[in-house]
Structures are given as C-alpha cells and as structure tokens.
C-alpha cells in the first residue's frame, strides 16, 4: 500500500494544503467553517492518512523522543530490581509526557557510528545508562547542547 501525502487529502477534501494544516494542527479553528473542518476530518479517516513525523520534526526542531543510551545493552534483561525500577520510571516519565523512547545500545560496530546516531538528531535528550566507555561520547553531547541524563 503506497503511503497517502498531505496534497492528496486536500485536493479531497477541497480545501488547500493550509487548511488542513491548520484543521490537523488545531490552529486557527475559528476561521474555519465546522462543516469544512468536520469534511477534512472524515476525509483523513475514510483515507486512513497520517501526517508525516519528520515534517512537524522540522517545523518545530524536536522529535519528541527521547533516547536511552545503554552502555551494556542486556542491563534491563537481567531485570535486578534496581535497573527494573529505572527502566519502569523512564517508561512511565515518558508516557506521562507523550514522547516515545529511542534505544541505542553502546555495542555499536564503533564508537563512531553511535556517536552518529545519538548526535544525528533522532532524539531530542538522552538518558545515559551505565558507564560510559568513552568520553568521546560525553564530550560530543556536552558541545552538542543536547540534554543528557546521566544514570
């Protein structure tokens, strides 16, 4: 099944691509006639579209994910109760604030690729679990100014 896009569900629903912008968005929704907003509604549901996560990602400059970097990825398997109690407190502290969890792992090919990875914008903070093997890796998120945690 090929993915619908934005123009598609506007050119549907009549409406141009900033209408259903604003109407997906919640935003200006006094300007917009409720007959009009309820037709775009039901056209994204009988077309099953979903916007797309990496256009508010550059609209707004966050992601909305937070990551978990765990230096010894099989921590939370081993399930002891002071790591369960650290994983069940990051799961919970991120479903209270909407935002889903990245896993990196630091069993990466090289530090590099993980440094890629963390670094390359696919979370908007970090959670370190775990000593960190390198300070490589602190040092590149301290320049960064990406939030890290360490625990």
Same mark, same amino acid.
């Given at each position: ?28 929704? =006094? ?14 549901? =009988? ?32 399930? =002891? ?36 990875? /963390? ?20 040092? =590149? ?7 890290? /945690?360490?625990?």
């Amino acid at each position: 099944m090929r993915r619908i896009h934005s123009r598609e569900v506007a050119e549907a629903a009549g409406v141009s691509l900033s209408t259903l912008s604003k109407v997906l968005n919640g935003r200006e929704i =006094d300007r917009i006639p409720e007959g009009t907003r309820q037709r775009v509604l039901q056209i994204v549901q =009988d077309m099953n579209y979903v916007p797309r996560s990496q256009m508010r990602e550059l609209r707004t400059g966050r992601t909305g994910r937070i990551g978990v970097l765990l230096v010894t990825p099989f921590i939370f398997l081993k399930m =002891d109760p002071y790591h369960q109690r650290i994983f069940d407190g990051i799961v919970a502290g991120a479903q209270r604030y909407g935002r889903n969890l990245v896993l990196y792992t630091a069993h990466m090919d090289t530090p590099e690729a993980l440094r890629r990875d /963390v670094l390359g914008g696919s979370a908007d903070g970090v959670l370190l679990v775990g000593d960190v093997w390198t300070s490589s890796v602190q040092d =590149d998120l301290h320049r960064s100014h990406i939030p890290a /945690v360490y625990i």
